[in-house]
């Protein structure tokens, strides 16, 4: 049985590594080693925030919503609410962009939702 040398894939897999921790500061982007660590560390990173992001972001559009929302005489509650007895389907994300966006809509929106209490 022939030795199989791994020399092209370890290179590949080296090569993999390194580009990754391009961006850190000293032997963390030079040290084949502490690149390695710190590649992996930034992709368990990476993995958690992208879900993360969208509890962030639904956070961030609620807080939009209740502070245009305030603006009309309702908290986020009553508004939420109000929008779905008035049997209006709208999602955060759009609803936030309206009231940044088009606060005229956004007041109509908001008279539904006092109409329906």
Same mark, same amino acid.
């Given at each position: 049985?022939?030795?199989?040398k791994s020399g092209?894939?370890?290179?590949?897999?080296?090569?993999?590594?390194?580009?990754?921790?391009?961006? *850190?500061?000293?032997?963390?982007?030079?040290?084949?080693?502490?690149? +390695?660590?710190? @590649?992996?560390? $930034?992709? /368990?990173? %990476?993995?958690?925030?992208?879900?993360?992001?969208?509890?962030?972001?639904?956070?961030?559009?609620?807080?939009?919503?209740?502070?245009?929302?305030?603006?009309?005489?309702?908290?986020?509650?009553?508004?939420? *609410?109000?929008?779905?007895?008035?049997?209006?389907?709208?999602?955060? +994300?759009?609803? @936030?962009?309206? $009231?940044? /966006?088009? %606060?005229?809509?956004?007041?109509?929106?908001?008279?539904?939702?006092?109409?329906?209490?």
């Amino acid at each position: 049985m022939p030795r199989v040398k791994s020399g092209v894939a370890h290179h590949a897999r080296k090569k993999k590594i390194m580009e990754a921790a391009k961006g *850190a500061r000293g032997g963390r982007s030079k040290l084949y080693k502490s690149a +390695k660590e710190t @590649a992996e560390r $930034a992709m /368990r990173y %990476a993995y958690r925030d992208r879900r993360k992001k969208k509890s962030e972001f639904r956070a961030l559009w609620i807080t939009r919503i209740n502070a245009a929302a305030r603006i009309h005489g309702l908290s986020y509650s009553r508004l939420v *609410a109000g929008l779905k007895k008035g049997g209006v389907e709208i999602n955060r +994300k759009v609803l @936030a962009d309206l $009231a940044v /966006r088009d %606060a005229d809509a956004f007041g109509r929106l908001a008279e539904v939702a006092k109409n329906h209490q």
